[in-house]
């Protein structure tokens, strides 16, 4: 089991940015996909961003063109650069390893103050 450590959340402004980070344990990091989810209060987990262990990208359509999702394979590290952010964007944030979807962090909060 891969240890997912997010941090970076915060309080923000409607139109600031936020960058999110993602440690992985292990070795084997750079072998396989990740990605970012969230869960707003009463809603239910939604997809937000994944990348390869090519460094292929795709992104849920509300956030395309303002999240940026990558990651450095050295420091086993995942990141979700968010920016132009709204009130809607407000969550706990998790990342995942693999589309296999069992292997979550335990979430950091992302508020956006309108």
């Known amino acids: 089991q891969v240890q997912l450590v997010e941090s970076g959340g915060g309080l923000v402004q409607a139109g600031g940015s936020l960058r999110l980070s993602c440690a992985a344990s292990?070795?084997?990091?750079?072998?396989?996909?990740m990605g970012w989810f969230r869960q707003a209060p009463g809603k239910v987990r939604e997809f937000v961003a994944a990348?390869?262990?090519?460094?292929?990208?795709r992104y849920a359509d509300s956030v395309k063109g303002r999240f940026t999702i990558s990651r450095d394979n050295a420091k086993n590290t995942l990141y979700l650069q968010m920016d132009s952010l709204r009130s809607e964007d407000t969550a706990v944030y998790f990342c995942?390893?693999?589309?296999?979807?069992?292997?979550w962090g335990l979430g950091t909060q992302v508020t956006v103050s309108s």
């Open positions: 292990g070795r084997t990091f750079s072998s396989y996909g």
């Open positions: 990348i390869s262990w090519s460094g292929t990208t």
């Open positions: 995942v390893k693999d589309s296999s979807l069992t292997n």
